[in-house]
């Protein structure tokens, strides 16, 4: 697989459903590490019935050392069930330090429901439409004229992602350190061709993600990352989740692992600079704050009803499992409604089942995809949907 392709589906967090295994070494068995009981912001801290908890150990155990994953941490909250949080292996492949439910961890592209929130919060305000275009505000867009902030936010805008550019994967994997702004980032997307008509079909493109981040720092006239900070993070309680300004990673934090490299080596990419994702996916959280976020952002907490609604507009996607869809920086598959997120070194599922009124987060610390290009995540998050919720499996997978 070419880098640019490779790093275009590091960020790309839709992902999928694959049984099979890395050639990568796994870390030796260890005992999960647990939650101190009571940790859950809604109190669900009642241990799941020993025997679930048993086969959810052995299946996040067994599939851990089939993908290749250094470490990862599972949390699940079953209301009238109970809670369970384990991390299993290591936090540190060098130092062996464990796993732990405590850590910091990147997530990828979860920040874009972050991002799309900020934006949906100015939809309310009246300080933007949905089906406007992008144009209205920002210059220098390809056919900004005809593409909506509707269209960005469920990825069928038909902008090129910047992340399929050569140069910018060269730029970014020959100087893993470096700072890029929005700008910059715009600048390799907009020298292709947009790839279709807006609306016409779905293609996942940090651009839009972007764009709509420059749209939020217009409109809310204040740098994007202090938006978030008051008007979502804030209000939302997640005191744990942060949106950094450059390669910052607030102790403690797990390592993350990559092979996003331009020899295919694997290198530590914990302190890689997460500016080139920005809006689309520089944003740092932990268990805590993520299970608390996955039901404000898939119920609309911080939303009036009427934009929810708009926002909760799941549209197919092809290759999709049946009934599976993506709105407005949210996706939906089986009943579960929320995101995941990958960059270098890291992996995140955060979704919320509101039919039983359920939260899954799950946290890798490796990026690294199996040998079909299915991401870990998506394989981790399936047993344990496939132990603790049968009838509601995690299935993701890419249009062919």
Same mark, same amino acid.
């Given at each position: ?29 260890a005992?999960?590490?647990?939650a ?14 020993p ?55 990147r ?7 972050? =991002?799309? %929130?900020?934006? $949906?919060? &100015?939809?309310? *305000?009246? #300080?933007? /439409? ?49 700072p ?22 779905f293609?996942?493109?940090? =651009?839009? %993600?972007?764009? $709509?981040? &420059?749209?939020? *720092?217009? #409109?809310? /006239? ?21 949106f ?12 993350g ?23 689309a996916?520089?944003?740092?959280s ?12 898939? =119920?609309?907490?911080?939303l ?11 549209l ?28 270098p ?28 290009g ?16 049968p ?10």
């Amino acid at each position: 697989m070419r880098p640019a392709r490779r790093l275009a589906a590091a960020l790309l967090a839709l992902a999928t459903l694959t049984p099979l295994a890395l050639a990568a070494p796994t870390a030796q068995a260890a005992p999960p590490t647990a939650a101190v009981a009571g940790s859950g912001p809604h109190g669900q801290d009642t241990p799941l019935d020993p025997a679930l908890v048993a086969r959810l150990d052995e299946v996040i155990e067994r599939t851990r050392q089939e993908t290749g994953v250094p470490g990862v941490t599972v949390g699940l909250w079953l209301p009238g069930r109970g809670t369970y949080v384990h991390s299993f292996g290591e936090a540190d492949t060098k130092t062996h330090r464990p796993m732990t439910p405590d850590l910091n961890m990147r997530i990828g592209s979860e920040t874009k429901t972050f =991002t799309i %929130t900020a934006v $949906l919060e &100015l939809v309310d *305000e009246g #300080l933007v /439409g949905l089906d406007e275009p992008i144009g209205k505000y920002l210059d220098g867009v390809p056919d900004g004229d005809c593409i909506t902030i509707r269209q960005m936010a469920e990825m069928r805008s038909g902008l090129f992602s910047y992340t399929f550019d050569d140069d910018f994967v060269h730029d970014l994997l020959s100087d893993p350190d470096r700072p890029f702004t929005p700008q910059q980032l715009l600048g390799y997307a907009f020298k292709h061709d947009n790839v279709f008509a807006p609306g016409a079909e779905f293609q996942y493109s940090n =651009t839009n %993600t972007v764009l $709509l981040g &420059l749209l939020v *720092e217009k #409109l809310g /006239g204040m740098p994007l990352a202090d938006f978030i900070h008051h008007r979502v993070t804030g209000p939302a309680h997640l005191d744990r989740t942060l949106f950094p300004t450059g390669a910052e990673f607030p102790q403690p934090y797990a390592h993350g692992y990559t092979r996003q490299t331009l020899d295919d080596s694997v290198a530590d990419a914990t302190h890689w600079n997460p500016s080139w994702g920005w809006a689309a996916g520089a944003m740092i959280s932990d268990l805590h704050d993520l299970h608390h976020w996955a039901k404000v952002v898939a =119920t609309g907490e911080l939303l009036s009803p009427e934009t929810q609604r708009e926002r909760e507009k799941f549209l197919p996607v092809p290759g999709f499992p049946p009934g599976a869809g993506y709105g407005l920086g949210l996706f939906r598959t089986n009943g579960w409604i929320g995101h995941n997120g990958s960059l270098p070194g890291y992996e995140s599922v955060t979704m919320y089942l509101p039919e039983q009124d359920a939260t899954m987060v799950v946290l890798l610390n490796t990026d690294i995809l199996l040998p079909d290009g299915g991401e870990p995540s998506t394989v981790l998050a399936g047993a344990v949907t496939s132990v603790a919720t049968p009838d509601h499996l995690y299935e993701l997978r890419l249009p062919s």
